[in-house]
T-cell receptor, first 112, second 111 residues
Framework: KAGVTQTPRYLIKTRGQQVTLSCSPI?????VSWYQQTPGQGLQFLFE???????NKGNFPGRFSGRQFSNSRSEMNVSTLELGDSALYLC???????????FGPGTRLTVT | GIQVEQSPPDLILQEGANSTLRCNFSDSVNNLQWFHQNPWGQLINLFY???GTKQNGRLSATTVATERYSLLYISSSQTTDSGVYFCAVEPGSGGSYIPTFGRGTSLIVHP
């Protein structure tokens, strides 16, 4: 089976812009979770989508949003980028809840 | 929310040495995973271990859910073991599925 894929792998944006990141899960995996990793805060949960519905949400402002398509692929969007949004964004997929998570390679976002 | 603490935060070893990494969590969990993050940022699954003991080559892990801790053992370490090791848990109560990661143990293995 192909692993979790994320695009793009690297991205440089300017403050105030918006960005969309994509995650394609392992075949058969219906749950997609997004995480933000920074040196200061570590790995933090953003949200989880299952069957095109947001099922769980972490403690992030409304500028961070996501969606999931019928083929389980997911996108996350960050609007009005701030310098502090510079981070590695990781997605993880599972077959369902309480299952083993598999991570993609991440998208490294730099906001200047 | 649930608290996850990993120790030690940093570890430096000579190739061939053994080590034990610890993960303590503050509440009951539905599951627990250990990951290795390589220098390029990829998180690699090591163990899915909500309870019990598992072994995979030179690595093994034990979770004692009733005492709220998990241990990751690395034997005969190699330079390729270098990286950051994370423990991640899913809370077992409260109805909220918010996976929580520890801050990690940064391991450097010298040749």
């Amino acid at each position: 089976k192909a692993g979790v894929t994320q695009t793009p792998r690297y991205l440089i944006k300017t403050r105030g812009q918006q960005v969309t990141l994509s995650c394609s899960p392992i075949s058969g995996h219906r749950s997609v979770s997004w995480y933000q990793q920074t040196p200061g805060q570590g790995l933090q949960f953003l949200f989880e989508y299952f069957s095109e519905t947001q099922r769980n949400k972490g403690n992030f402002p409304g500028r961070f949003s996501g969606r999931q398509f019928s083929n389980s692929r997911s996108e996350m969007n960050v609007s009005t980028l701030e310098l502090g949004d510079s981070a590695l964004y990781l997605c993880a997929t599972t077959e369902g809840q309480n299952n083993e998570q598999y991570f993609g390679p991440g998208t490294r976002l730099t906001v200047t | 929310g649930i608290q996850v603490e990993q120790s030690p935060p940093d570890l430096i070893l000579q190739e061939g040495a053994n080590s034990t990494l610890r993960c303590n969590f503050s509440d009951s969990v539905n599951n627990l995973q250990w990951f290795h993050q390589n220098p390029w940022g990829q998180l690699i699954n090591l163990f899915y271990i909500p309870s019990g003991t598992k072994q995979n080559g030179r690595l093994s892990a034990t979770t004692v859910a009733t005492e709220r801790y998990s241990l990751l053992y690395i034997s005969s370490s190699q330079t390729t073991d270098s990286g950051v090791y994370f423990c991640a848990v899913e809370p077992g109560s409260g109805g909220s599925y918010i996976p929580t990661f520890g801050r990690g143990t940064s391991l450097i293995v010298h040749p």
